[in-house]
């Protein structure tokens, strides 16, 4: 599959802050909700609407970190201890140097807190 760039005019957590506006919270404020449920400090999914429901890779504050649409994830493959390739569901993928468990924890977190909402 042919690979996807998108170059933003302005910093990640800015471009996420505008999507969680335009569905009338904010960044911040949707971080507080995930620490709250989740009772962790870092590292926190951010959902935005029904069909975007971020996760980082790895610490924001690194350079390096990658956003994930849970959404948008057909599977998650191991391909060493500390690599992993996520498949999306229009088949393109994303190796990424982070290990298959922190991938799947925070498949989990997400899911932990979609089942609150169900209920």
Known sequence: MEEKEVYLKQGLKQY??????NNLSTYEGRREA???ILQRKSILPIYVNPQIFLYPTISVRNYQCTFINY???LSIIRMTEKRTKIVFNDLSDLNLDI???KIN???QRIENI?????N
């Open 16 to 21: 996420i802050n505008k999507m969680c506006i």
């Open 34 to 36: 995930s620490k709250a």
């Open 71 to 73: 959404y948008e994830v």
């Open 99 to 101: 290990s298959h468990e």
């Open 105 to 107: 924890n925070q498949h």
């Open 114 to 118: 979609l089942n609150l909402k169900v």
